[in-house]
């Protein structure tokens, strides 16, 4: 599985909660049995759509950023929120193994839609929700368009676009737009630029190669480049600001 940039983050925020080293995970309700992920699919009018769950109590759907699969949420973030909730990880269309993106513009409304039809038909129709970075985006939306389907909204490293996004340093963005980012672009742009912050960069990546290897999360995806172009400019259009017309981002990146 190759490392991209997605969840270190999301990891990092929750560093003195989660452990570097996770030993075989286990599933929320205590059980014995090593977890395995399942991916499975739900139909959504002409999409079929990629999730997988684990854990148990209130369901917590988890929507991903820009250009990454189910498959890259840290481990460790994940065996810690599967001990007191159902989490629910899918893959948009275009991605993974989900249906290939339609023709036509992407909009965040649109991914919304998507969203809310896919938890009706998995049987969640209402549920906490994280978004982080593009998926915080696709939350929003959610909590706007359909708001019963939102118990709680979880918004992590996003912005809400327009006039009040922020923008970031240009080179951070060129990396977080780069579909196939090195290993050191990774560790140099998603963690602080000290030795312990590499170290924790390095470990996470490690973490996602073990939980690949051992079953723990999918296999991951490569994703195509139109996906990527597409989730970019709906992004981009998202993030527009009146004066200063360019990528947006909260801390140092733009929203991905």
Known sequence: M??????????A???????????????GDGGDAPFRAEVRHAQVGDQRIAWYERGSGPPLVMLIGTGSTMAE????LLERLARRHRLILLDYPGIGRSSPLPKG??????????TAGFMAAI?????????WSMGGFVAQQLAIRRPGAVRRLILAWTNPGGDLAVLGDEADQEDDS?????EAQVLRMLFPRTPAGRAEGRAFLRRLEDASQDGTIPDDFEVPRATQRAQVAAEDRGCART?????CATCGCRCS
């Not at 925020?13 to 599933?27: C, I, N, P």
């Not at 049987?123 to 978004?131: E, I, M, S, W």
């Not at 780069?178 to 090195?182: F, L, Q, T, V």
Request: net charge neutral.
């Open 13 to 27: 925020l929750l560093a003195a909660a989660a452990a570097a080293g996770v030993v075989a995970a286990r599933d």
């Open 178 to 182: 780069d579909p196939d980012p090195s």
């Open 105 to 114: 513009r992407l909009t965040f409304a649109w991914l919304a839609d998507v």
């Open 2 to 11: 190759r490392p991209r940039l997605l969840a270190p983050i999301v990891a």
């Open 243 to 247: 004066r200063t017309p360019t990528r």
């Open 123 to 131: 049987g969640v129709p209402q549920a906490d929700v994280l978004g």
């Open 73 to 76: 949420w840290d481990p460790a």
